[in-house]
């Protein structure tokens, strides 16, 4: 424990005292860095992680090369586990697979063969079932790693070493990418093109302060193994690359195919990067059922080799552009990658890197490697040389060198006292076979002695000079964009580059289409939709003990709005009604009306459109529709209510009126100028009417100029012209009088 370590003066062993919050602070931040720097960061250099890296180098130590034999995807990982990489093997598989899905890596690093899962989202089969071998890729990643190219370490319990890093001919970080969640940070790096990464790189190589605006002209965007179109304005793309921090618009590539008398469907080939294709035919699939998609029929999945996504519209005469922008906003047909380029740098510390940064840490970490080899092989030369200057000597005195051999029980000190040999020459000429003997050729060991040591002189001018050292890196760089580029195999830009369309995308009301319907609502709280103007006055049939409620003409691109006696407004889509057929559905199931609460109005809603709220108390507001439609089931809350006082009227305006008329459970008339109505969105409202018992039965609108006009019980009209009507008429909030004579009994004036 960390708390019993030996400190000078105090025996091992001892217990301290320590706070527990420093106790927990020194132990999350231990596990903090070990996230960061063991798990979910890439190495700018290789662009691994330590599980990624582990498995190349396994795989490398079971000789799995790109031309060799598959062997078992568990043997991997199994030697992964147990020597290095000492966490699930779930864990370890699951990072294997994505490694070699195509569809996941840009470049795959592990070639699979078996059941790696598919891009409908399909679980690939176990570990015991497929098998795999390294990739060209993975093979010039790992290239030099027996050269003392880079550092071992100890792996867990000591027993074996790893490479802190590979020697990375291949620009992995940026071509493949990675993404990873740590403590307090995060990396989110997309794929690119390597063959445009390569031309980015030997220009860095001749202009080492190279900007971002240049570099972008090589590596314009990412280029996903996906394809798909990327509409990221190119502004965007440079201030992403610029700070190392972004995102990038992707959508689906889709193409027109016509089907004939003015009927076509619509052909997607292509969906965005690390999107499932069955979960988006799914998502597609429900807004078609939830109506929310009504200008779309039917999604059909005709994939076979390559993807193809059929789409097929209502209806002829609906723009694609605008179908398709549609479909943009609802589903994964449009996706945003991020870019957070959070890496470890050359000395293990996260930071996140533009991509200049990046590109030049590739390259000094290759300038390493390749002084680092360079010194190897010299160290091999000087070695060879030695032998070969033995073997010299030995030709030259052979008879006396064999003489020795045969006579002497210890040859190798005598050879070195009589000739001069070093310890390696005398132990190289005495392990030498006899059938060499042959071809000990005194001008072919010179020949090859002269060589090397051109070779010497060669990597050792190379070790003193910076120019040459990028000349053999642009080397190696060109090497790798002819076997990866533009012009290899699987090596051309996937993801095209474009614009996005200038289409508006369509309401939902431009998507439905636009029929007449009765809308019926029975006092009970079901509700149906006829088509057609139904006459309002003709016979409907309701369940038993039930009856008419609401029953008015809308369309089906209207919105409707309840209101209920707890103040909030609830919206309902028209078109989203039950069939008339049927005694409807309970409104219930539509919209999140708590029990105890009930329907004071239901109607159509109009644009711009204006109504007075009002409670049982007599207190109300003006309204303005449009501050009433509510974006969830669970609706607006727009008057304001308590148990005794629950909203109770809503009475639209029509825009020439100027009168409000009050009437309470008393019996009382008042009319008063809509002017002294304040107009709210939410509220309590003011008080309409004054009563010393009851409250508020009904109230209307009206226009002063014509009157007041109530239907009669016989179906006629009574009318109280304005000289009669301006003994009525006051100022809000007052107690009014006894209504005018042959009002209806139930104080209501419809």
């Known amino acids: ?90 864990s370890v598989y699951d ?33 015991r079932y497929t098998e795999c071998r390294l990739t060209p890729t993975s093979a010039a990643i790992l290239s030099g790693l027996d050269d003392d190219a880079v550092d071992f370490s100890p792996n867990y319990d000591g027993q074996e070493t790893e490479p802190d890093v590979l020697p990375s001919a291949f620009p992995n970080l940026l071509a493949n990418g990675a993404n990873g969640i740590a403590v307090g940070m995060a990396t989110s790096i997309p794929p690119h093109n390597a063959g445009e990464l390569c031309d980015a790189l030997l220009h860095l190589l001749k202009h080492p302060n190279a900007s971002v605006e240049k570099l972008v002209e090589f590596v314009p965007a990412p280029d996903f193994p996906t394809g798909a179109i990327l509409v990221e304005p190119a502004s965007s793309i440079l201030d992403a690359y610029r700070t190392g921090r972004g995102g990038f618009r992707l959508r689906s590539k889709w193409h027109r195919e016509d089907l004939g008398r003015g009927r076509y469907q619509i052909v997607v080939t292509e969906i965005p990067f690390q999107v499932q294709k069955m979960k988006l035919v799914e998502r597609i699939a429900a807004l078609i059922t939830e109506k929310k998609l009504p200008i779309l029929t039917d999604v059909n999945d005709e994939s076979a080799e390559d993807l193809r996504l059929v789409l097929e519209p209502r209806s002829g005469n609906i723009d694609p552009a605008v179908l398709m922008e549609a479909l943009f906003r609802q589903t994964d047909l449009e996706v945003r990658i991020p870019l957070n380029l959070n890496v470890l740098d050359a000395r293990r510390t996260p930071r996140v890197m533009p991509l200049g940064e990046a590109l030049q840490a590739f390259i000094d970490h290759r300038r390493e490697v390749l002084l680092r080899r360079s010194r190897h092989r010299i160290g091999k030369i000087d070695t060879r040389a030695e032998t070969l200057d033995g073997y010299i000597i030995a030709y030259l005195n052979l008879d006396r060198v064999i003489e020795i051999i045969r006579e002497e029980d210890e040859p190798k000190p005598v050879m070195v006292a009589e000739f001069g040999l070093t310890d390696n020459q005398a132990e190289a000429i005495l392990n030498m076979r006899l059938r060499s003997l042959r071809k000990l050729e005194e001008m072919e060991l010179r020949k090859e002695r002269a060589a090397l040591a051109d070779e010497r002189d060669t990597l050792a001018a190379l070790l003193e000079n910076e120019a040459e050292q990028s000349k053999m890196l642009a080397t190696e760089i060109r090497e790798t964009k002819k076997t990866f580029g533009q012009n290899a195999p699987g090596g051309a830009r996937r993801t095209e580059i474009a614009e996005a369309p200038k289409v508006e995308a369509p309401s939902l009301e431009a998507m439905i289409d636009k029929e007449p319907i009765t809308v019926i609502c029975s006092e009970n709280g079901w509700i149906r939709a006829m088509k057609g103007h139904v006459a309002l006055d003709s016979e409907i049939k309701y369940k038993d003990g039930d009856g008419p409620r609401f029953i008015f003409h809308a369309q089906t691109t ?70 009433a439609i509510a974006q969830t089931r669970s609706g607006k809350q727009v008057l304001v209510t ?102 209806p009994k139930d104080n209501r004036f419809e």
Not at 69 to 88: E, L
């Open 558 to 627: 209207d919105r409707l709005l309840l209101m209920a006696t707890n103040g909030r407004f609830y919206t309902l889509g028209a078109d989203k009604l039950p069939g008339g057929r049927s005694m409807g559905e309970p409104v219930r199931l539509l919209i999140d009306l708590p029990n105890d609460e009930t329907m004071v109005a239901l109607f159509a809603h109009k644009p711009g459109a204006k109504g007075i709220v009002a409670t049982a108390a007599g207190r109300g507001f003006m309204l303005a529709e449009d501050d």
């Open 95 to 127: 990072a294997l697979v994505r490694m070699a899905q195509d569809f996941s890596a840009r470049y795959p690093l592990i070639d699979g063969q078996g059941n790696f899962g598919n891009i409908d989202g399909d679980n690939p089969a176990a570990m």
């Open 1 to 90: 424990m960390d708390n019993e370590k030996e400190t000078p003066g105090r025996p091992s062993g001892t217990i301290e005292d320590e706070t527990l919050i420093r106790a927990l602070g020194r132990r999350y931040l231990t596990y903090a860095l070990s996230t960061i720097m063991h798990r979910a960061l890439p190495d700018v250099r290789d662009g691994l992680k330590p599980v990624h890296r582990r498995l190349l180098f396994a795989m490398q130590l079971l000789k799995m090369p790109p031309n060799g034999p598959f062997k078992k995807s568990a043997r991997v990982v199994g030697d992964v586990v147990g020597k290095y990489h000492p966490h699930g093997e779930q």
């Open 642 to 743: 308590d148990p005794l006082a629950p909203a109770a009227i809503y009475a639209r305006s029509a825009e020439d009126h100027d009168s409000v008329a009050v009437i309470g459970q008393n019996r009382k008339m008042l009319v008063f100028p809509m002017a002294e109505l304040p107009e709210m969105s939410r509220g309590k409202g003011v008080l309409l009417q004054r009563y010393k018992d009851g409250g508020l039965s009904d109230l209307r609108t009206l226009k002063w100029d014509e009157g007041l006009q109530w239907s009669m019980s016989n179906g006629n009209t009574r009318s109280v012209p304005t000289e009669e009507l301006a003994q009525w008429r006051g100022k809000r909030a007052g107690a009014g009088l006894m209504a005018p004579r042959g009002f």
